[in-house]
């Protein structure tokens, strides 16, 4: 199964679908991204780049509302806060301050521009 992602006019992702193999292929049997992309647009309009499941090309796996970057060659999810920076190596995003690394388990505060360490619930 290929999976392909259907762009909108900003390179941001509509929706991803599943298409078999055997309308992905060919005459040789080869995939070929350019030929799934033509069917999907055949079958329901739009514009439409391939996506890995398995992230072995384009950095991620594609998912509504991340933006494709055409110059990076890759799908970047949306900014989860405003403080936080792109990272181009990664293509992730990374807050402005490193998360501790001591084992607990923490959360962004934007507000305070800072990690808050996440107290267990107890019964």
């Known amino acids: 199964m290929a999976h392909f992602a259907e762009l909108d006019d900003n390179n941001v992702v509509k929706r991803v679908i599943?298409?078999?193999?055997?309308?992905?292929?060919?005459?040789?049997?080869?995939?070929?991204?350019?030929?799934?992309?033509?069917?999907?647009?055949?079958?329901?309009?739009?514009?439409?780049?391939?996506?890995?499941?398995n992230n072995k090309f384009r950095v991620r796996y594609a998912a509504q509302g991340y933006t494709y970057d055409t110059s990076?060659?890759?799908?970047?999810?949306?900014?989860?806060?405003?403080?936080?920076?792109f990272d181009q190596t990664t293509c992730g995003w990374n807050a402005p301050v490193p998360v501790p690394n001591d084992g607990k388990r923490y959360d962004w505060d934007e507000e305070a521009l800072s990690w808050v360490e996440v107290q267990p619930v107890t019964n």
């Open 72 to 85: 990076l060659d890759a799908f970047i999810s949306p900014k989860p806060y405003p403080s936080w920076i």
């Open 18 to 53: 599943v298409v078999d193999n055997k309308d992905t292929v060919d005459e040789n049997g080869n995939e070929v991204e350019a030929i799934g992309a033509a069917f999907c647009q055949n079958l329901l309009g739009g514009r439409w780049i391939q996506t890995s499941y």
